[in-house]
């Protein structure tokens, strides 16, 4: 399935994968319900794309797209955000900057306040249009910070009342002198956040790679990933590759770099619409291997890297190296967490990796809570399907719960899981709530730190340092409480509700 970069909006996950945001079963079930395999074969979509899904009559609040598109645009250096949305929205800018500063602490950047701008719409603009407000403050915007790019984000509001965006933006775009990319945002486009994922990368695709790259350069390797430390150059600089890292913190110049890269790697495929139209657009091919959680998946991703890049002859003494020098430490592990059992919560292929990589320390895992699930990638390549390889590599996970981060899901899964941990993405609803449950819990902010064979040892002793809490955790939960009645507390089916509005 193609990506098609001629329009300014980019079709939702929904739409493009037949993305699902509510299920339960066991993974091997829908693994196989998925595209890759069988489809679902209950009649209900073309192709086999779409899956059946669950429904709840009962919601509580989480993210949108428009969070993920602005923070993303957000740490971009060099640009300014505007919200082009009531001032509501424009709350996510206070985890925005608090993820700026933490990054660039991390990335040995000099810490600024991210450059974002709110129209703050107003009954008046809904009734009579928001344009004018629009035009203004990109012009205020442009006088005050001289960016290089001003991203224009789209809402909920703007998208009801149906302001011309893309026109306001073409036209500042002259005035002005500098791109004004649009994003298509709005909230209500999506069932789920990470289609925000997608319009910032079609944003980046269409307007700030350039068409046509000067030179190609064989040595270096675009890495897509969801934001944190570069733990990647120490993998692949041995087999002579310079990393591109992109999203999760860029600056212009490496976005620019993308076109002429010898390869592209994702580190979560949620993100693979960047990588998947860099093929399409520029010939910059895919590694589509399975993502490097596990001993096996990275030996196995690190050898698809050196193939696609011509660099069979280095690549097995790295593997070598590295399975040696982490052998003794990975042993003690293994040792120390046989027999514990954990609960993953995080967003699709993520939460596969982390699973992969509990398993291979030797910790056992039934039951996990994915945010969302891909029946399939951009690419529509099997490679690419992380959970069905999961499934054949480690074995099935019996309880495994689609939910968008709802914490009345989340609270009997983990119940009915009675784990010894729970690590989890979403450190500020996820882990709160496991804590308040009394459950030790690692939250996960940066994804990368599960992956490769050093991957694994943080992720063991990450756990290690988290399994004695359990006294300060049984003391939240003896003073928590949550505002369910007692016949919610005891439930363990994340899906009760569903099963009652369905009789
Ligand atoms: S874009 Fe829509 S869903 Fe997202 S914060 Fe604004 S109003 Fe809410």
């Known amino acids: 399935m193609a990506i098609n970069l001629r329009t300014p909006q980019a079709e939702t996950r929904d739409q493009r994968l037949g993305t699902i945001t509510q299920w339960q079963g066991s993974a091997r079930q829908l693994a196989q319900d998925s595209t890759f395999t069988y489809a679902c074969g209950r009649d209900c979509g073309p192709g086999g794309r779409r899956l059946c899904e669950l429904s709840s009559p009962y919601s509580q609040a989480s993210m949108c797209a428009e969070q993920i598109a602005v923070t993303n645009a957000t740490i971009i250096k060099d640009t300014v955000v505007i919200q082009h949305s009531p001032i509501g929205c424009a709350s996510s800018q206070s985890f925005t900057s608090r993820y700026s500063r933490d990054l660039a602490a991390r990335r040995g950047w000099k810490p600024e306040d991210p450059k974002s701008i709110c129209t703050n719409l107003s009954e008046q603009d809904m009734v009579f249009g928001g344009v004018d407000r629009l035009a203004q403050t990109i012009r205020e915007a442009y006088a005050r910070h001289h960016p290089r790019v001003i991203f224009v ?43 925000g994922w997608d319009v910032i990368e079609h944003g980046i695709l269409r307007r700030l790679v350039p068409n046509r ?59 693979s619409y960047l990588a998947t139209g860099l093929e399409q657009e520029y010939g910059v091919p895919e590694i589509r291997a399975p993502l490097p959680y596990g001993l096996d998946a990275t030996d196995a991703w690190l050898r698809d890297i050196a193939r696609l890049t011509q660099r069979e002859h280095l690549v097995e003494a790295v593997i070598a190296a590295e399975r040696e020098r982490i052998a003794p430490e990975l042993k003690r592990l293994r040792g120390l967490l046989a027999g514990k059992r954990g609960f993953v919560a995080a967003g699709a292929a993520f939460a596969h990796g982390l699973i992969a990589d509990l398993r291979e320390l030797g910790i056992t895992v039934d039951d996990a809570f994915s945010f969302h699930h891909d029946p399939t990638t951009d690419s ?3 490679e690419q399907d992380s959970l069905g390889h999961l499934v054949q590599s480690t074995g099935d ?17 983990i119940l009915r899981a009675k784990p010894d941990f729970v690590i989890c993405r979403h450190s500020g609803s996820m882990a709160i709530l496991a804590g308040r449950m009394g459950i030790p819990v690692l939250p996960i902010f940066y994804s990368n730190d599960g992956l490769g064979y050093e991957g694994l040892i943080t992720i063991g002793r990450a756990i290690l340092r988290v399994l004695p809490r359990r006294r300060f955790y049984a003391q939240i939960a003896e003073h928590s409480r949550f505002p369910y009645q007692d016949w919610w507390l005891n439930e363990t089916d994340p899906y009760a509700l569903s099963a009652e509005a369905a009789e």
Request: hydrophobic share 40%; proline share 6%.
């Open 153 to 195: 984000a789209t809402s909920c509001a703007t998208g009801i009342i149906g302001d011309d965006v893309d026109g306001t933006a073409r036209q500042l775009e002259e005035e002005i002198g500098i791109p004004v990319v649009a994003l298509h945002c709005e909230g209500f486009k999506s069932r789920h956040w990470s289609s």
């Open 380 to 382: 529509g390549d099997a």
């Open 397 to 413: 996970v019996p309880n495994f719960t689609v939910s968008p981060d709802q914490h009345f899901q989340a609270h009997a899964a």
């Open 213 to 271: 790259p000067t030179e190609k350069r064989g040595d270096l390797i675009n890495v897509i990933h969801l934001g944190g430390p570069d733990v990647f150059s120490p993998l692949l600089n041995p087999i002579g590759l310079k990393v591109n890292l992109v999203m999760g913190g860029n600056s212009l110049e490496r976005l620019a770099d993308l076109s002429t890269a010898a390869a592209t790697v994702t580190m979560c495929f949620v993100l």
